[in-house]
């Protein structure tokens, strides 16, 4: 079995939250803490969080994969930037620390012309920057795991190989002496990996093969589940609803139905509303039967 859920609006606050996706029969979900493009976060009461986690504990919901604002860059050019980046993730990290065991998603960013191992050095420096403040602020370990996502590779973004993502994770090791390792992981995208080039339709057992030989299938802690508008190898980012892109249906059922993707969160990132998420939940379950 899988837990598979989409993205749901932090407007009306946490508990509205999962009420929402069980209105449309998930039992996992994704949301942005603030403003997708920046901004203030939403604000929290301690009685709203608690009241989202008695509702997914009810109703046996899996891991929660919670993303980063897309203008989060730990690895720009510009030094404000980076700032800024720091200051957005540390403040994600620590509010989440009252949702405790649930996974922070994050794109990796563009190395804006640095090269890719000035990219790699940032974004580890910066993770690892983030996690230790996160918990000098809280006082206790962190309570989620981090989450690196899987990028097309475009332009100069980061993330479009698994080596790029080793990489990263290699670095935090090497810099914090191995211990915020444990503290990360992986979102495979499958549009993302798609259009980077690695087949999921006629080689998934060995794109899977190639992630476990390169950072290793206990990473693989989520997936956004979408198809694609692109062909393989595009190095774009068109997401599609699923079965209706370069993708297809019955590759992406093999995703849903793979033995070692089985009891982890689903995100459906499809460009849909509300009753196509609900249809394309409902048909991602009938898979399961």
Same mark, same amino acid.
């Given at each position: ?9 932090v407007t009306d606050?946490?508990e509205?939250?999962?009420?929402h ?8 979900f994704a ?11 939403? $604000?929290?009461t301690p009685?709203?969080? /608690? +009241?989202?986690?008695? &509702?997914?504990?009810?109703?046996n919901?899996?891991p929660l994969?919670v ?6 860059n730990?690895? *720009?050019?510009k030094?404000?930037v980076? /700032?800024?980046?720091?200051?957005m993730?540390?403040?994600d990290?620590?509010? &989440?620390?009252?949702?405790p #065991?649930n996974f922070y ?8 012309g640095?090269?890719t191992?000035?990219g790699i !050095? ?12 996160t ?7 962190? +309570?989620?795991?981090?989450? =690196? ?5 475009k #332009? ?10 080793r /990489?990263?994770m $290699?670095?935090v090791?090497?810099?914090?002496d ?19 080039g690695y087949d ?7 794109? =899977? ?15 956004h589940?979408?198809? *694609?508008?692109?062909d393989?190898?595009a190095r774009?980012d068109?997401? !599609?609803? &699923? ?5 297809? +249906?019955?590759a =992406?059922? *093999?995703?849903v ?16 509303? $509300?009753?196509?998420y ?9 898979l399961?039967l």
């Amino acid at each position: 079995m899988i837990y598979i859920g989409n993205h749901v609006s932090v407007t009306d606050g946490y508990e509205a939250m999962g009420r929402h996706e069980i209105s449309l029969g998930g039992d996992t979900f994704a949301f942005f803490p603030r403003n997708p493009r920046g901004g203030r976060s939403k $604000d929290v009461t301690p009685e709203d969080i /608690a +009241a989202l986690r008695a &509702l997914i504990e009810e109703n046996n919901f899996g891991p929660l994969v919670v993303h980063g604002a897309y203008t989060m860059n730990l690895c *720009s050019a510009k030094e404000e930037v980076r /700032a800024n980046s720091l200051e957005m993730i540390t403040d994600d990290l620590v509010r &989440l620390q009252q949702l405790p #065991g649930n996974f922070y998603n994050f794109h990796p960013g563009s190395h804006t012309g640095q090269g890719t191992e000035t990219g790699i !050095e940032q974004i580890a420096d910066g993770l690892v920057a983030a996690i230790t403040e996160t918990e000098r602020r809280t006082g206790t370990e962190l +309570a989620n795991t981090v989450l =690196l996502e899987t990028m097309t590779g475009k #332009g100069s973004e980061m993330g479009g190989t698994f080596e790029e993502l080793r /990489a990263i994770m $290699d670095r935090v090791a090497e810099i914090a002496d191995g211990r915020p390792t444990a503290k990360l992981g992986v979102c495979f995208d499958t549009c993302h990996v798609w259009d980077a080039g690695y087949d999921i339709v006629n080689d998934l057992d060995g794109v =899977l093969g190639e992630f476990d030989r390169i950072i290793g299938l206990e990473y693989l802690r989520a997936i956004h589940i979408n198809d *694609s508008k692109n062909d393989c190898g595009a190095r774009k980012d068109r997401h !599609e609803k &699923l079965g209706q892109g370069k993708i297809g +249906a019955e590759a =992406l059922k *093999s995703v849903v139905r793979h033995p070692l993707l089985q009891g982890k969160p689903f995100i459906l990132e499809t460009p849909n509303e $509300d009753e196509g998420y609900r249809q394309e939940i409902a048909a991602i379950r009938s898979l399961m039967l």
